[in-house]
């Protein structure tokens, strides 16, 4: 299965994101690095600064397949060559909602633009996706005469658009198996998170035969984001067996470069890389922890490059109290970890704040003293 990255195209189209050419080249390296195998890198048809991002992208000669984002519009398809790419994605509305605002609803004349640029597009020795805009609210019927088009006249591969995010996992599972079972084109997902289920939608279509999925690192992108590179990634990993090799720190770096140059702050919890997601408080789990090191982890902290901690918190047990009091070198007694814990509990809860470690001992030594 193919990670196609879109962050530098979908991601910067977040709201007030916008990369500078430096963070575009080390962004576009550290994918490549973390396990990303195509790259979608931008929209020639902006200008001619985007025009020197994309050749410079293209001059780092990385061995992965480098696309840009187009109408479906010789105007656009020859911007894209001007840069020296060789592959495309060729984007025409297929819903009736957006056929009519962007077409008048001439489908007919939407599809003669389509054939023509794709017509040029072979000739030229593009690879060529036709990019469904709004395919979910589209006919079924529309996608496979889309598709049927675009095989005859060489296109590669169909991305299937989930623009408006409002999809279910099953509906996905369904429609693509459809599109699949036609034996036309190879799909590609493109997902939106508007009701939080990018990342969900994304893995559901790959199941039912997609071979390919547009992501961005932290699930950067339009609205509410798109599906997340690195949810994607170790799913692939972990959830489909795939033999892929995982650099934690180059997982680590790319995330950070992204949520950096991005401007946006990553929530604590977040999947793969939140900074808590390896932070166990409860007893219960602790104390499992404790005993056996995939008891309450999907995966290790190392397998991302994060570590795994456990706070001093209201919920936590005496195995929490005594992992941190051993590590400190003291073999507490159970009367005295039963005398702390109301105490940790209390103080934890009037001040909104975990102990510290200095804090836990100094609790430990009153507490044995009294």
């Known amino acids: 299965m193919i990670i196609n990255d879109t962050t530098l195209r979908d991601g910067e189209q977040a709201p007030y994101v916008a990369f500078n050419t430096e963070e575009k080249i080390a962004i576009a390296s550290a994918l490549y690095l973390a396990g990303a195998d195509e790259l979608e890198v931008g929209i020639p048809a902006m200008g001619a600064k985007e025009q020197a991002d994309i050749k410079e992208i293209l001059a780092l000669d990385l061995p992965l397949r480098i696309m840009s984002w187009n109408r479906a519009t010789m105007c656009d398809l020859e911007a894209s060559l001007s840069c020296g790419l060789k592959a495309v994605d060729l ?14 609803g001439d489908k007919a004349r939407l599809l003669k633009n389509l054939e023509e640029v794709l017509h040029v597009s072979r000739q030229e020795g593009i690879f060529a996706c036709i990019g469904g805009e709004d395919s979910s609210r589209a006919d079924l019927g529309f996608l496979k005469e889309v598709m049927e088009l675009g095989k005859s006249v060489g296109a590669n591969r169909f991305r299937y658009c989930d623009t408006v995010g409002i999809m279910r996992p ?5 429609h693509i198996s459809y599109l699949t079972s036609l034996n036309l084109l190879e799909i590609e997902m493109h997902t939106h998170n508007d009701f939080g289920m990018a990342t969900a939608n994304a893995i559901s279509g790959l199941e039912a035969g997609a071979m390919s999925v547009n992501t961005t690192v932290i ?4 609205r509410a984001g798109n599906a997340s ?3 994607v990634l170790m799913s692939l990993a972990h959830l489909f067996g795939e033999e892929r090799i995982i650099n934690p720190d180059a997982l680590k770096h790319v995330v950070q470069l992204v949520e950096k ?3 946006q702050s990553i929530s604590a919890a977040m999947p793969i890389v ?3 997601i390896f932070s166990h408080e409860s007893g219960i789990h602790v104390n499992g922890m404790i005993k056996h090191e995939k008891a309450y982890e999907a995966f290790t902290p190392q397998s991302v490059g994060m570590t795994r901690s456990y706070p001093i918190g209201k919920h936590s047990g005496s195995s929490t109290l005594l992992f941190h009091l051993r590590a400190m070198g003291y073999e507490p007694e159970n009367e005295v970890i039963n005398k702390m814990l109301p105490q940790v509990r209390e103080m934890v809860t009037n001040r909104k704040k975990v102990l510290n470690k200095k804090e836990l001992k100094a609790l430990y030594i009153a507490s044995k003293a009294g």
């Open 91 to 104: 984007s025409i509305p297929v819903s009736d909602i957006l056929i009519e605002a962007k077409f008048r």
């Open 274 to 276: 939140g900074k808590n």
């Open 229 to 231: 590179f690195e949810q």
């Open 219 to 222: 699930g950067l992108g339009e």
């Open 261 to 263: 140059a991005s401007n």
């Open 170 to 174: 099953h509906q996905i599972y369904e």
